[in-house]
């Protein structure tokens, strides 16, 4: 059984930091993307960054880059993200996810192509 497990959520006010950590249990994802996304109460999941399948290279949706960072490793079967300046609007799930095996840039940063999820950890951001 494929078990994604995050870890590393909690509270924090505007303008820290927090990491997040994903490890992957029940198979290798030395040949898939790793990624992360993010659902806030109403909205719908929204993509937030993605590592190719051999960690070279790292992507970020627009209203992140420059504050979070993700990393992965597929020989240990973990990515993180190292979430700096949170703002206001960063609250949410946040969902790490595994399973995309291509090369497409458009495709790793699309949430839908990813096959396993974990149960999710919550952020919240205090003004």
């Known amino acids: 059984q494929v078990q994604l497990l995050e870890s590393g959520g909690g509270l924090v006010q505007a303008g820290g930091s927090l990491r997040l950590s994903c490890a992957a249990f029940?198979?290798?994802?030395?040949?898939?993307?790793m990624a992360w996304s993010r659902q806030a109460p109403g909205k719908e999941r929204e993509w937030v960054a993605a590592?190719?399948?051999?960690?070279?290279?790292?992507y970020h949706a627009d209203s992140v880059k420059g504050r979070f960072t993700i990393s992965g490793d597929n020989v240990k079967n973990t990515v993180k993200l190292q979430m700096n300046s949170l703002k206001p609007e960063d609250p949410a799930g946040y969902y790490c996810?595994?399973?995309?095996?291509?090369?497409?840039?458009?495709?790793?940063?699309?949430?839908?192509?990813?096959?396993?999820w974990g149960q999710g950890t919550q952020v919240t951001v205090s003004s």
């Open positions: 996810a595994a399973g995309y095996e291509g090369t497409l840039v458009a495709a790793m940063r699309t949430a839908r192509r990813y096959n396993y």
């Open positions: 590592v190719s399948r051999n960690g070279g290279s790292a």
């Open positions: 029940g198979r290798t994802f030395s040949s898939s993307a």
